[in-house]
């Protein structure tokens, strides 16, 4: 653990991680898809959207035991979140 506002920080064998993963949040919004239906009596179309849903706000979290804080959250990419899980199996579970 480090505090980076003083740098304090100490170190803890693999026991003291519980369990890890990854959490995200899913992203609701509309997007223009094209031309949708012709509008009658007109030469005009109207526009066409459609819901798209995507995932943003990766963290990753881990379980720890300590029981003043025993969860600690990493804001990171999609990628990044993945390849530390990966990363702690290996580790952890050999």
Known sequence: MCNSSTGDFQI???SY???WNYEWRNVDSMEFSGRGNRIQGTNMSAPAFERVQRRQGFTLVLEVADEN??????????????VWC???NAIVNG
């Open 69 to 82: 804080n025993p969860i600690l959250k990493f804001s990171m990419s999609e990628r990044a979140a993945k």
């Open 12 to 14: 803890y064998e693999l």
């Open 17 to 19: 991680l519980l369990s």
């Open 86 to 88: 990966a990363k702690l």
